[in-house]
């Protein structure tokens, strides 16, 4: 299959570094709130690379569930593959591919697990299904087949068929504090627009256009 000619010339409007927000998460929910105004499949799902000590890189989607001024929170097995990465290496990158709408966001920063408080309480709202599967899953581990994960769910239901499920103590979640932020809109003749946020180390917030 010849893939060469696969291209599309983007017809984006064009992005001025005055059209942005002062603030890098009010410019980001800017945008996811377009993302989800536009009826983007799944405008939360983000790529999440991480590395371990040795620096082998590894990648994968997750579900954005929460962010504010503090970071981007996702949730996870503290046994999985990545979570195992974290703790030999929390530098991490996030991607929001938003193909549809021509536009990316790219996210440095440097992860640590939330309170489990914080992920209780989210926790609790996820459906009841959910929170089984969060239960029967050793995440990333080797299994022989399908059958043996719905046998787990079949005793975890008759474990919990009264009342409310706990959180597991192997499950959580992690907040992203990024160090940079990365805004890039789709132009024609690949010229895109791109800007990058820096923080310095009084925290505050600088931005440069980047060349495409």
């Given at each position: 299959m010849d893939i060469k000619g696969f291209r599309k010339d983007y017809k984006s409007p064009?992005?001025?570094?005055?059209?942005?927000?002062?603030?890098?998460?009010?410019?980001?929910?800017?945008?996811?709130?377009?993302?989800?105004n536009k009826n983007i499949a799944e405008p939360n799902a983000m790529s999440l690379a991480t590395a371990n000590a040795a620096g082998h890189?590894?990648?994968?989607?997750?579900?954005?569930?929460?962010?504010?001024?503090?970071?981007?929170?996702?949730?996870?097995?503290?046994?999985?593959?990545?979570?195992?990465?974290?703790?030999?290496?929390?530098?991490?990158s996030l991607l929001f591919?938003?193909?549809?709408l021509e536009r990316q966001v790219t996210?440095?920063?440097?992860?640590?697990?939330?309170?489990?408080?914080?992920?209780?309480?989210?926790f609790a709202g996820r459906p009841r299904e959910s929170q089984?599967?969060?239960?029967?899953?050793?995440?990333?581990?080797?299994?022989?087949?399908?059958?043996?994960?719905?046998?787990?769910?079949e005793k975890a239901k008759n474990k919990f068929l009264q009342g409310e499920i706990p959180l597991p103590d192997f499950w959580g979640g992690?907040?992203?504090?990024?160090?940079?932020?990365?805004?890039?809109?789709?132009?024609?003749?690949?010229?895109?627009?791109r800007f990058l946020y820096t923080k310095d180390e009084a925290g505050l917030w600088t931005i440069d256009r980047l060349a495409p």
């Open positions: 064009v992005l001025q570094k005055h059209m942005l927000h002062p603030d890098p998460f009010k410019q980001f929910e800017l945008w996811f709130n377009d993302a989800c890189p590894s990648l994968r989607t997750v579900l954005l569930k929460l962010f504010d001024m503090n970071g981007f929170v996702f949730f996870t097995n503290y046994k999985s593959r990545k979570a195992k990465e974290l703790a030999e290496n929390p530098h991490v591919p938003w193909i549809p996210v440095i920063g440097v992860a640590a697990k939330v309170s489990p408080a914080e992920s209780a309480r989210y089984l599967g969060a239960w029967i899953s050793n995440q990333s581990s080797i299994i022989t087949s399908r059958n043996l994960l719905l046998a787990e769910l992690y907040r992203v504090e990024p160090q940079s932020i990365e805004f890039w809109q789709g132009r024609t003749s690949r010229l895109h627009d």
